[in-house]
T-cell receptor
Framework: DQQVKQNSPSLSVQEGRISILNCDYT??????FLWYKKYPAEGPTFLIS?????DKNEDGRFTVFLNKSAKHLSLHIVPSQPGDSAVYFC???????????????FGQGTTLQVKP | NAGVMQNPRHLVRRRGQEARLRCSPMKGHSHVYWYRQLPEEGLKFMVYLQKENIIDESGMPKERFSAEFPKEGPSILRIQQVVRGDSAAYFC?????????FGPGTRLTVL
């Protein structure tokens, strides 16, 4: 049962344009969402997060949008740079009081390629 | 301020041997999580520990796998009698609150 889904395995964009990575979830208990970036042979690097009490969080070139009614979140990168080329993972967790104990549930990842 | 440390980075074992993976959390972090990434898949939660306590082991295989986080020293993920299907990247993460910070991983290859 895949509770967090990233339906696009790959995405290719031109340098300077916007990259939009999407993520859907099914568990309504999730109340905290994170995006990680991963290069080959390295661990995931935390990028940005959002709590379910918000619908938008911005940090520099990265913005995460959360649509709770649709159980959908997206990561926008603008402008995209070649160094952004990596695998991006969406992750979700449920807060204290649920059975998830803070563990992260990851999507399958989307490989982003930014072309110069 | 050192990040999450994992060693070894690469580990090769023959079928039936034991594998021990170590993780030192970031300074000030008391929560440790282990995840496994199989080829072409996302990361899957295995176990969540605090000092001397296993809080959630719902993702751990029922046999051969164990984890500990002693009062002193690193967290250890132990795999007994490894099989080829155990070949994967094993990542440790630590947190103080919500954001989990990951180590570089240990790549286990079972021959």
């Amino acid at each position: 049962d895949q509770q967090v889904k990233q339906n696009s395995p790959s995405l290719s964009v031109q340098e300077g344009r916007i990259s939009i990575l999407n993520c859907d979830y099914t568990n309504s208990m999730f109340d905290y969402f994170l995006w990680y970036k991963k290069y080959p042979a390295e661990g995931p690097t935390f990028l940005i997060s959002i709590s379910s009490i918000k619908d938008k969080n911005e940090d520099g070139r990265f913005t995460v949008f959360l649509n709770k009614s649709a159980k959908h979140l997206s990561l926008h990168i603008v402008p995209s740079q070649p160094g952004d080329s990596a695998v991006y993972f969406c992750a979700a967790s449920a807060g204290p009081g649920s059975s998830n104990t803070g563990k992260l549930i990851f999507g399958q990842g989307t490989t982003l390629q930014v072309k110069p | 301020n050192a990040g999450v440390m994992q060693n070894p980075r690469h580990l090769v074992r023959r079928r039936g041997q034991e594998a021990r993976l170590r993780c030192s959390p970031m300074k000030g972090h008391s929560h440790v999580y282990w995840y496994r990434q199989l080829p072409e898949e996302g990361l899957k939660f295995m176990v969540y520990l605090q000092k001397e306590n296993i809080i959630d082991e719902s993702g751990m295989p029922k046999e051969r796998f164990s984890a500990e986080f002693p009062k002193e020293g690193p967290s250890i993920l132990r795999i007994q009698q490894v099989v080829r299907g155990d070949s994967a990247a094993y990542f440790c993460a630590s947190s103080a609150w919500n954001e989990q910070f990951f180590g570089p991983g240990t790549r286990l290859t079972v021959l």
